[in-house]
């Protein structure tokens, strides 16, 4: 079991500290206070600066070290089930539908569900994950207020310790839910919200591991997260679960409108003291040409119908036989977005190839949600 006591606390380095610390505040001469440096904050001058292209991500194409994501959808959704997936493949470093996933330290932090959510990973271990004999994925079976700088840094020693145990660097902790992680806080407040945006970056900036905050749908799931916008902005990755499917609403130097189906699979894990069933889950992965909309809207709006031209041509010349998985159909022909994008800059004579390049995402995400097109990372297919 996991164990549930403090951390002993510890003082925020001068960079975490609340802007409202007396200790960070100016001198009325505006001279910086003793023991503060005159430049506190990371600086990099463009002339030195180097990509690191060797960097490790927490899951390809969707999820960078340091990145914030956002999962949400409403009750019963599927939404914890989801968020789990995804951190079980991180903790044992097994590819995530297709797309590479180092194996790196989880920490979940079960707010909401407590204890209770252990059937969930336990049912998964048993059965999923046997020849890994010590998985690095911890659970939290109480979490701190997001809102109480004291609290998010005895998490941050905590999380330390953590990872000295796992002897690997943290990749994801995962808040399961947002509510119930700011007891007394408002979430249509701005300071609030901006309260829990900057926990994430204190995590971010001492261990270079993503967030993730699972949250819940407003009353019409169809108009995003419930609160206040400031989440959305903030976030590098937006899944809205509904339905049985994973859509991402938000990506960053990505193309939205992604889809991954999933199914719900019961299992029973024993027998109560009174001999009756203790059941759970399994997520599997579904086939996601099979849960595309219903409904085929024609093609509409002027980009799309400048664009659908041009990816038909390139499809028809240049597109790549897709080995299939289980996101992309087995010998579907695809095309990278970027070549979409080279074919159709000509379509968008004297406009900036930069707002042009945005019109042409709108219009592959519109076609997308329409069932006219297919989306997995940078593949683009005819449906």
């Known amino acids: 079991m996991i164990s549930t006591s403090e951390m002993p606390p510890h003082e925020f380095p001068p960079e975490a ?94 707010s909401e569900a407590g204890a209770s959510i252990l059937k969930r990973f336990i049912g998964w271990r048993d059965r999923r994950a046997c020849s890994i004999a010590r998985l690095p994925l911890a659970v939290l079976t109480r979490g701190p207020n997001l809102l109480d700088d004291l609290e998010v840094a005895r998490l941050c020693d905590q999380l330390a310790a953590l990872q000295d145990e796992a002897k690997m660097p943290l990749a994801l902790t995962t808040f399961d839910t ?19 945006i900057r926990a994430a970056d204190i ?58 189906a999933f199914t719900l699979e019961p299992i029973e894990l024993g027998l109560d003291a009174d001999g009756d069933p203790v059941m759970t889950c399994l997520l599997n992965a579904a086939d996601s040409s099979s849960s595309k909309p219903k409904s085929r809207a024609p093609i509409s709006g002027k980009n799309q119908k400048v664009l659908i031209g041009p990816l038909r041509e390139l499809v028809a010349e240049a597109g790549q036989s897709m080995p299939g998985t289980s996101a992309i159909p087995q010998g579907v022909r695809a095309v990278s977005f970027e070549a979409l994008v080279q074919r159709a800059l000509p379509k968008f004579p004297g406009t900036d190839e930069w707002r042009a390049k945005q019109r042409i995402t709108e219009a592959v995400m519109g076609m997308q949600a329409n069932g006219h097109i297919g989306v997995h990372g940078d593949w683009l297919w005819l449906i």
């Not at 206070?33 to 463009?46: L, R």
């Not at 180097?50 to 969707?62: E, S």
């Not at 007394?184 to 829990?196: L, P, Q």
């Open 17 to 110: 500290t609340s802007e409202r610390s007396e200790s960070s505040r100016k001198k009325p001469n505006g001279e910086a206070p003793k023991g503060h440096a005159a430049s506190p904050y990371p600086v990099t001058w463009v002339s030195d600066a180097v990509l690191k292209l060797d960097a490790q991500p927490v899951l390809k194409g969707l999820i960078e070290r340091g990145s914030f994501v956002m999962i949400y959808g409403p009750s019963g959704s599927g939404k914890s089930f989801f968020t789990a997936d995804i951190a079980q493949h991180i903790a044992t470093g097994e590819s995530w539908r297709g797309r590479k996933c180092p194996q790196g330290l989880v920490v979940y932090v079960a």
């Open 178 to 196: 947002l509510s119930r992680s700011i007891p007394g806080g408002d979430e249509n407040s701005a300071e609030d919200m901006t309260m829990v």
């Open 203 to 260: 995590l971010r900036d001492r261990f270079n591991s993503a967030t993730g905050y699972v949250h819940h749908s407003g009353k019409d799931p169809d108009k995003g997260a419930r609160g206040h916008s400031a989440l959305f902005a903030a976030s590098d990755l937006v899944l809205r679960i509904m339905d049985g499917v994973a859509t991402v609403d938000k990506v960053r130097d990505g193309v939205a409108g992604e889809r991954f």
